[in-house]
T-cell receptor, first 111, second 108 residues
Framework: DGGITQSPKYLFRKEGQNVTLSCEQN?????MYWYRQDPGQGLRLIYY???????QKGDIAEGYSVSREKKESFPLTVTSAQKNPTAFYLC??????????FGPGTRLTVL | EDQVTQSPEALRLQEGESSSLNCSYT??????LFWYRQDPGKGPEFLFT???AGEEKEKERLKATLTKKESFLHITAPKPEDSATYLC?????????FGQGTELSVKP
């Protein structure tokens, strides 16, 4: 089955800790994205990557970092510099500028 | 400023009561208007893409339309299983600008 997987489904972070969220796709899509969703708000773009070894900041990149070493993978690290990281994180992929398809999401909670 | 605004924020319908959701947009260089459905705790599920004013697309009880300033998602004779949050987004250079969503509840 082709699709996008995210892990873990739930993640808990202590103050001052970095955590990494996984996103993998087997759709052979070139582009991958990370969004953050807060209650009652739309999705906000954190980072995106259109090709391997290249990525761009979105609207709310501060406190986050990414890498794109393989076409299939686009992990997101939430660093201790992100002051309010509790949110639902969504990964998506697309073929070029075409329709984006989303993964099931990771819910991150700060303890 | 590029933005997408959805209304209403929440909509409660009785089963079979048709209605429409609105998505107003001001997105420079718009390349597609996208509709998604999102169930609680899940990732958004793609519904439609519209590219030009006057375009319409249908899927079961849903029909999406597009003008130069707005898109509408019409729901005909909804069923309880249509309850979800509906998101619209404007495409811009490979990125999507999302509205805040409309939470639809359909009661039997």
């Amino acid at each position: 089955d082709g699709g996008i997987t995210q892990s873990p489904k739930y993640l808990f972070r202590k103050e001052g800790q970095n955590v990494t969220l996984s996103c993998e796709q087997n759709l052979n899509h070139d582009a991958m994205y990370w969004y953050r969703q807060d209650p009652g708000q739309g999705l906000r773009l954190i980072y995106y990557s259109q090709i391997v070894n290249d990525f761009q900041k979105g609207d709310i990149a501060e406190g986050y970092s990414v890498s794109r070493e393989k076409k299939e993978s686009f992990p997101l690290t939430v660093t201790s510099a992100q002051k309010n990281p509790t949110a639902f994180y969504l990964c998506a992929s697309s073929m070029g500028a075409d329709t984006q398809y989303f993964g099931p999401g990771t819910r991150l909670t700060v303890l | 400023e590029d933005q997408v605004t959805q209304s209403p924020e929440a909509l409660r319908l009785q089963e079979g009561e048709s209605s429409s959701l609105n998505c107003s947009y001001t997105v420079s260089g718009l390349r597609g208007l996208f509709w998604y459905r999102q169930d609680p705790g899940k990732g958004p599920e793609f519904l439609f893409t519209l590219y030009s004013a006057g375009e319409e697309k249908e899927k079961e009880r849903l029909k999406a339309t597009l003008t130069k300033k707005e898109s509408f998602l019409h729901i005909t004779a909804p069923k309880p299983e249509d309850s979800a949050t509906y998101l619209c987004a404007g495409g811009q250079g490979g990125k999507l600008i999302f509205g805040q969503g409309t939470e639809l509840s359909v009661k039997p």
